[in-house]
């Protein structure tokens, strides 16, 4: 008889420990400042969660908004000049594309501009940035007799080193005897 009551007593005990463990793990956790959760509510950090996905859309749809924004921006390119061989003078096909930038920077007043000066390969790397610096000075001396105030034009000279063609016959050549115009902001 005693151990029918040790092994009923055993079996209760062990009802008693299941039960309060499944009561436990439904029961909510305590949260900040004591308050108790249920079991329902510990579902909000899914909302929380969804919440945070929505945040990269505001992301995604002010990325478009500015991307939009930029698309209306007209985007400014003048021609390049080009030189002969071994010169700096302005030919007679470069001074229509000087006089439309002289137009522009007259309509623009607060457009500043740079003057690249290029070379092709032929001759040392000291004559070629000489050479590249009198072709963009060049330029900028056609553009200031069109009343362009100095001030908003820039020369740099870069010689043979950045070639427009990559190429080593005379077409090549040519295309890199050349000055280059950038809109500076």
């Not at 909000?44 to 209306?72: D, H, N, W, Y």
């Not at 070639?163 to 000055?179: K, T, V």
Request: net charge negative; with cysteine.
């Amino acid at each position: 008889m005693r151990d029918r009551v040790r092994v009923f007593g055993l079996l209760l005990s062990l009802l008693l420990i299941a039960a309060l463990t499944v009561s436990c793990g439904k029961k909510a956790t305590v949260k900040g400042e004591g308050e108790e959760v249920t079991a329902e509510e510990t579902e909000k950090p899914t909302e929380i969660r969804e919440e945070v996905v929505s945040i990269p859309e505001k992301v995604t749809e002010e990325t478009v908004v500015a991307k939009a924004e930029e698309e209306e921006v007209t985007e400014i390119t003048f021609e390049n000049i080009q030189f002969d061989f071994d010169k700096y003078f302005i030919r007679e096909d470069a001074r229509p594309i000087l006089e439309k930038l002289g137009s522009f920077m007259t309509d623009n007043p607060d457009v500043k501009i740079l003057i690249e000066g290029h070379c092709d390969e032929r001759g040392t790397n000291e004559y070629n940035f000489a050479l590249g610096e009198r072709r963009s000075q060049a330029a900028m001396d056609y553009l200031v007799n069109l009343a362009i105030d100095a001030g908003r034009i820039k020369t740099i000279s870069y010689g043979e080193e950045r070639p427009l063609d990559p190429g080593h016959s005379e077409a090549s050549w040519a295309q890199n005897r050349r000055a280059q115009f950038v809109i500076l902001k």
